[in-house]
Each structure stands twice: as structure tokens, then as C-alpha cells.
């Protein structure tokens, strides 16, 4: 075999393996992402359940300080795990991603957040997962990262390994 037939012979084998990819495009990237973020939120979801409230203790941003921490925990627990199963399924993808994405800013601004942030370099003390040192600072990136993760899901939908475009077909 020449080096011309291999080259050739070896981009045909490469853009083979991108088509295949481009197929699996509109399918495993979204229904991945829909795992991990079910995962993620159904187990929260589930913690509270079976946990104590203790939103009591929290000072929630205006408008979510207007309910009484019964309600938001309630609500909280309700979007977390119902989300979790509809975005396991694809089942109205967009609604339940908008619907986490509200609840993960409100416990960014809630929970996660520095309590006190005078210039750039004490926000991005906050950018990590655990405040280890209790110094204020906060904890906001696994929560930025699950809102990032959203992105695809409420622009993109849910996939074609769904729900949602079983019922888009069958109504298109």
C-alpha cells in the first residue's frame, strides 16, 4: 500500500468516525447531561425528603423571602425530585430545566454566595466547591456548573433519546 492509499485510506476511516458521531449528536451529549443533572437534583430532592428543614435558617433574596420556609422547602423538595424523573425521561425538558435553573440561582444567592464581596479577587475566593475554611467566601461552583449544564437542555431540548421528541413527532 503506498502512503498516498494509507493517507487516503485513513481519512476515509476519520470522516467515517465523524459521521458516526454527527449521528449520535442530537441523542447521548443531551441524554447524558440529563442523567448527570437528574442524578444530582433527585438526590438533593431526596435528602430533603427524608431531612429536617432548614431553610428556616436561611436568609432567602427578595422575592423568596416572601414564603414561609415550609413552602420553599416544599417547593424545593417538589421541583427537585419531580425534575430529576421528567429530566431522566426527557419529559418536558425545557420547563423543568428553567424551573432547576430558578431554584440553583436562588440557592447560589441563598446558600452559596460570599457573604460579603468588596472587589473581583473575594468573588472568585467563592469559585470553589466547599468552603473548607468557613470564611465567607461561599461555594458557587457546582451550582454555576449544573446552571452551564442547563444551557444545552433549555436551548437544545431534550434530545432524540426522549420523551419529549416521541410527543414531538407524534403531534408533528
Known amino acids: 500500500m503506498t502512503t ?19 449521528n449520535l449528536a442530537e441523542s447521548v451529549p443531551q441524554l447524558f447531561l440529563r442523567l ?6 433527585g438526590e438533593s430532592g431526596f435528602e430533603k425528603l427524608h431531612g429536617t428543614n432548614w431553610f428556616a435558617d436561611l436568609a432567602f433574596p427578595f422575592p ?15 421541583f427537585e425530585i419531580t425534575g430529576a424523573f421528567a429530566l431522566a425521561f426527557g419529559f418536558a ?11 440553583t440561582i436562588v440557592a447560589i444567592s441563598a446558600v ?10 473575594e468573588l472568585l475566593k ?3 466547591i466547599v468552603d473548607e475554611d468557613g470564611d465567607g467566601f461561599g461555594n ?33
Open 4 to 22: 498516498t492509499n494509507l493517507i487516503s485510506s485513513g481519512l476515509n476511516l476519520y470522516k467515517a468516525g465523524i459521521n458516526q458521531l454527527n
Open 36 to 41: 448527570l443533572l437528574a442524578w444530582e437534583f
Open 64 to 78: 423568596f423571602n416572601l414564603l414561609p420556609p415550609d413552602i420553599s422547602w416544599g417547593i424545593s423538595t417538589f
Open 93 to 103: 425538558t425545557r420547563f423543568f430545566s428553567i424551573s432547576l435553573m430558578i431554584l
Open 112 to 121: 452559596h454566595w460570599p457573604e460579603h464581596v468588596s472587589n473581583l479577587s
Open 126 to 128: 467563592g469559585y470553589r
Open 140 to 172: 458557587y461552583k457546582l451550582p454555576l456548573i449544573y446552571l452551564l449544564m442547563f444551557l444545552p437542555l433549555l436551548f437544545g431540548g431534550a434530545g432524540k433519546l426522549s420523551v419529549d421528541h416521541l410527543i414531538n413527532n407524534k403531534f408533528n
